[in-house]
């Protein structure tokens, strides 16, 4: 039985439906290091990005934007000719 503190909820068994809201602990240990792993990225990212446009301004910007057109470039290529696997490509 829970008695609605946090380390109740910490500790209850992978499965265990909640008291009060029906929802069920189902991340498994490497899903939830995964989005751990994905969150620090994201932060440090943000903060190299802020630090990047401060110290260079609108340069940084367009800096992005090249970037991310030549990337987004590069994938639709990708899907259009995709890489010969095994003899076969991607779409047979």
Request: charged share 15%; net charge positive.
């Amino acid at each position: 039985m829970s008695t609605g503190t946090v380390r109740d909820d910490i500790t209850a068994e992978a499965g265990a439906p909640a008291a009060q809201g029906g929802l069920r602990q189902g991340l498994k240990r490497r899903p939830m290091q995964l989005i751990a792993l994905g969150g620090v990225i994201g932060a440090g990212l943000s903060v190299g990005s802020g630090v990047a446009v401060r110290s260079t301004g609108p340069v940084a910007v367009l800096s992005f934007l090249t970037a991310g057109v030549r990337w987004r470039a590069a994938g639709s290529f990708n899907c259009v000719c995709p890489a010969p696997r095994c003899g076969r490509s991607a779409w047979s």
